[in-house]
């Protein structure tokens, strides 16, 4: 019984936020969209939906968070690509009427992480084995001489730097899910130089940007490292994960 309750209440919390959305009271929507996304937070669609509805509230971080995960768990969607550069711009709009101070924008990858995530990895693993598997046949050809040297030669070198290429991006991909925790600055605010208020201001990040989160949050501020690698002190709660797929 709890769990057809648990399914009913999120079918109308999504029907509560279309509504919401088309009706242009796009603060209620995103309060919908966002227990959807609690609920299946592997959804594209739910993600997509928050993204677009929190960019129409104005909520220009918690949109471009909403679209990078959307992005992250379905790679070249137009739509969520399209909705997020319009995010970025918006952001790159609020930073120019900032006053004073050093501040820091979103870029189109302010990480340099964008190819590693935007690939979808199975596709790279099995292009990794099979190079492997042509591999080792052209040199089971080449050993026994069933064939032409030159030719066997020339296609072992092609193929076997291709599969060292795979293998290296799927390493990559690897090392990235495992060691750097992705997240985006969900609002604008002060980056200090310590976990609290009374620590100097070195900057200040417009809602939006890509950061590296670095270990656990401390006292409710989390230690995060910047896009040229400065390093600083946010609000727990102005930061949001990325999870990798």
Known sequence: MSVLLLCSGLILAGVNAQ???????????????????????KSAD??????????????????????????????????????LEAARARAIAEALDAQ???????????????????VQITSVAWLTALGALLTFGLLA????????????????V?????????????????????????????ESGALRAGPGPQYQTTS???????????????EGWRKVILPAGGEGWLPDKAVRLLEMP
């Open 19 to 41: 509504e919401a959305f088309w009706k242009g009271d796009y603060a209620a929507a995103v309060e919908g969209y966002q227990q959807i996304v609690a609920a299946h937070p």
């Open 204 to 218: 200040r990040l417009v809602g939006g940007v890509k950061v590296r989160a670095r270990g656990a949050p401390h």
């Open 46 to 83: 739910a993600w997509y939906n928050l993204g677009t509805a929190a960019l129409e509230a104005g909520r220009v971080g918690v949109a471009i968070h909403a679209l990078e995960q959307a992005l992250l768990l379905r790679p070249g969607d137009e739509d969520a690509e399209a909705n």
């Open 158 to 186: 092609m193929i076997g730097l291709v599969t060292l290429g795979c293998g290296g991006f799927w390493l990559s991909h690897a090392y990235l899910r495992a060691k750097v925790q992705q997240a985006v600055v969900i």
């Open 100 to 118: 004073g101070g050093r501040v820091i924008i979103p870029g189109d990858d302010d990480l340099g992480t964008g190819v590693l995530t935007a």
């Open 141 to 156: 050809l080449w050993w026994s001489r069933e064939g032409p040297r030159v030719l066997l030669s020339a296609a072992l």
